[in-house]
């Protein structure tokens, strides 16, 4: 199982994608860019598990 974690720019485009192996790094780097959006409403941040 892999993991994404994307970061989408006005709900339209994706700006950045961030593909892992192990659930705790892609917990870990969600963490991270939520933080770095978080005053940013245009961001949003997601997680997702890929089969």
């Known amino acids: 199982?892999?993991?994404?974690v994307t970061v989408i720019?006005?709900?339209?485009?994706?700006d950045e994608t961030h593909y892992f192996e192990k659930e705790g790094d892609a917990r870990k780097c969600l963490a991270q860019l939520?933080?770095?959006y978080?005053?940013?409403?245009?961001?949003?941040?997601?997680?997702?598990e890929v089969k």
């Open 34 to 36: 939520k933080a770095k």
């Open 9 to 14: 720019f006005d709900n339209m485009e994706v």
């Open 38 to 48: 978080r005053g940013k409403p245009m961001y949003k941040v997601e997680f997702e």
């Open 1 to 4: 199982m892999s993991y994404t």
